[in-house]
């Protein structure tokens, strides 16, 4: 098995393992996967599954031990080096010190946009996730949902059409989770993004995702991968259809085998 | 209202403090005072009476401990009643230090933060340039300062520049030791964030590292000034006592003069109190700039 060029992310029984003192740990075994452009696609799995770890591969934030892996069909670190991603952290990561919109300007002027390529790009991305207005406000002056839109529009300000989020919702709560979700749907809708996203919530998973992959730990593996069959256009309200519903019965059994496997 | 919060909260307390501390001031100086007093006395053939012993013991030329009056009164005569130029005035003296006591604080700052920018940014410099930094202080400087006198002499450099060296040996050290935390600072998260944007050292230094730093570098820099007046008096103590507030006290101390030992301490304290208040409102004023929760 070669990776598969016209995909924007593909691994091939790729792998990691993490030496530690208490002896090698087993990350990831084994992952086959291919991300289509302008899919969106979910990890879920308990902790320790591997999935954060699978997108810090992506990001060429950790380096695979074993397999192949391809972004765009570069190498993690060609990849990066381009700026092929925008990753949204678990937290927002917003430097105290800097406006929403000199948060926002952060990779711009690092990438060595000019100015007023600058300022049109905070403007349209704050605007894409709803912050119009609150620019010239500090991180600290926002809401903890607030923050995490403002990473999101950093993350969109230059022009990465892969967008990798790790659990960027997590620790929100569900209120704001369920809005913030509509809203990246939303986002998702206008960019025409790739969005790889790890989550631990199976609601949050199937509602957004096109392909769900569910992972388990010990070692870090993909157990089942399910392709979506909800509409492009999702309210709220199909979270209580039998067709959501089954889906989320599917995620549900493949996390319980893989759970088992460890007992 | 806040007038009467700031009385409560930031007057009563220290004005209490300053008034008990000035009351067992004078009880110790017409203790310590009373013998020579008894002395004269007993050596005239008379008997002194209390209120007289206390008033003597407020008065003396040379006491043990000078009464607060006494030196508050010498502090004025030599800074308001002295031209600043004449050797007299104690103003002319505070400037001396307080020249050498900038110039190496300076020099320290300078020295302190680039060194601590090497340390992190170059393992070999961690490992070995570390321990050196603490090693530095564990050298009493009143050892040091009179071969680093000595020495510069020798090769030609006197006045200034000596005494400052000998500030900036004892004001790195806080520099670098905070400015190593402070660089060191931004959480894994905001540097994997630099690393996803493929940005340079030299970006995530300053876009990063550096603002992270600030809050570090002026808690170091409040202890870095107050210790490098310490040292430009440490460092006109073996200078040959010229001029300085260092100078001051080794020519009370050589003639006896408590009441101008304990003035020049004084001024010494204020200056003290003055740059540290001074570098306070710098840190406020930087902070507020970058956003920093009121």
Redesign the interface.
Known sequence: MTSNPASVVSARNLGLTFETSDGPVNALTGVNLDVAKGDFVSFIGPSGCGKTTFLRVIADLERPTAGTIAINGMTPEEARRRRAYGYVFQAPALYPWRTIEKNVALPLEIMGYPREEQKARIERTLELVNLSGFGKKYPWQLSGGMQQRASIARALAFDADLLLMDEPFGALDEIVRDHLNEQLLKLWARTDKTICFVTHSIPEAVYLSTKIVVMSPRPGRVTDIIESTLPKERPLGIRETPEFLEIAHRVREGLRAGHSYDE | MRQETFLRDKLLPISTVIVLLIAIWYVAAVFLNAPFERDTAARAGTEIGFSDLLRNTMAQERPVLPAPHQVVAEIWDTTVNKAVTSKRSLVYHAWITLSATLLGFGIGAALGILLAIGIVHNRAMDRSLMPWVIASQTIPILAIAPMIIVVLNAIGIAGLLPKALISTYLSFFPVVVGMVKGLRSP?T??L????????SPA?TFW??RW?SS?PYLFTSLKVAVAISLVGAIVGELPTGAVAGLGARLLAGSYYGQTVQIWAALFMAAALAAVLVMIVGAAHGAVLKR????P
């Open positions: 959480e998260i905001q994997d964030l630099m690393h996803t944007y493929n940005a970006q876009k990063l603002p600030m970058m956003g920093a929760k």
